[in-house]
C-alpha cells in the first residue's frame, strides 16, 4: 500500500504483482531474502523492504521529496523515524495487543513515543517544507493502523492522519489495493 499510495502522489507509473500465499517464504526468496513483501523493480532496480523502496520512489518525484539539501535530507530522517522510532515500537505493541497480553510492558514506551511525536506535530502541519512529503506517507501509514489510532488521547496526531489519509491519492491507492485483494480472494474462491 505504501509503494502504491506514493506512486498515486507523484503521479508514477506502476503495476502491482502478487506473490502466492502458499510456500510464501520460499517462493520469492530471489527477491526478497526473508520471504516478506514488497519488493520493487525499477529498470535495473531490484529492491526490497518497503523504506527502501519509498525512499527510492521518493528520488524520482520532488512531489514526495524536496530537491533542496536540508528539505531532502530532513524527509529521509523522517522516513527513518517513523520505520525506527515510531513503527519499531507500534508493531510489537499491536502485536501483544491482539494477542490478548493482559499486561503490554510496551504500552509506557508506546505512550512516550506517541507522546513526543504529537509535540512535534503541535508544531506544525507536515513534517518537513510545510508541505506534503514522503515523510507524511509513511509516519501517516504508520499511525493509521486502527489499534495505534485509537490508543490515547492524540488530538494533533488524530487530525494528522485524517489530513493525510484525506488526499486524494491515498483514497485511490487503498481503493485499487482492497481490489487488488478481493480480485485475489476470488481467484482462489474467499469470500
Known amino acids: 500500500m505504501r509503494l502504491r499510495w506514493a506512486c ?27 520471504g516478506q513483501i514488497p519488493f520493487l523493480t525499477d529498470g535495473d532496480v531490484k529492491i526490497f523492504e ?14 514526495l521529496m524536496p530537491r533542496e ?17 515510531i513503527e519499531m515500537v ?12 493482559k499486561d503490554n510492558i510496551l504500552t509506557g514506551w508506546m505512550e512516550k513515543r506517541l507522546g513526543q511525536l504529537e509535540d512535534v506535530l503541535r508544531e506544525r502541519e507536515w513534517l518537513v517544507a510545510d508541505r506534503f512529503t514522503a515523510a507524511d506517507l509513511l509516519m501517516a501509514d504508520v499511525l493509521r493502523v486502527p489499534k495505534v ?13 485524517t489530513r ?3 488526499r486524494p491519492a491515498f ?11 478481493a480480485a485475489g480472494d476470488a481467484r482462489h474462491g474467499k469470500k
Open 8 to 34: 498515486e502522489e507523484a503521479g508514477l507509473a506502476y503495476t502491482v504483482e502478487s506473490v502466492p500465499f502458499e510456500d510464501r517464504e520460499t517462493n520469492h526468496l530471489d527477491r526478497q531474502p526473508f
Open 149 to 161: 489510532r485509537a490508543f490515547g488521547n492524540r488530538p494533533v496526531a488524530e487530525a494528522y492522519v
Open 90 to 101: 507500534a508493531v510489537p505493541w499491536w502485536f501483544l495487543e491482539i494477542s490478548g497480553v
Open 50 to 63: 518497503s523504506g527502501a523502496c519509498l525512499l527510492h520512489l521518493a528520488r524520482k518525484s520532488e512531489k
Open 69 to 85: 539539501p536540508v528539505a531532502e535530507a530532513e524527509t529521509a530522517q523522517w522516513i527513518f523515524s517513523a520505520l525506527n522510532s
Open 171 to 181: 483514497k485511490k491507492a487503498r481503493a485499487d489495493q482492497l481490489a487488488h485483494f
Open 164 to 166: 493525510v489519509t484525506d
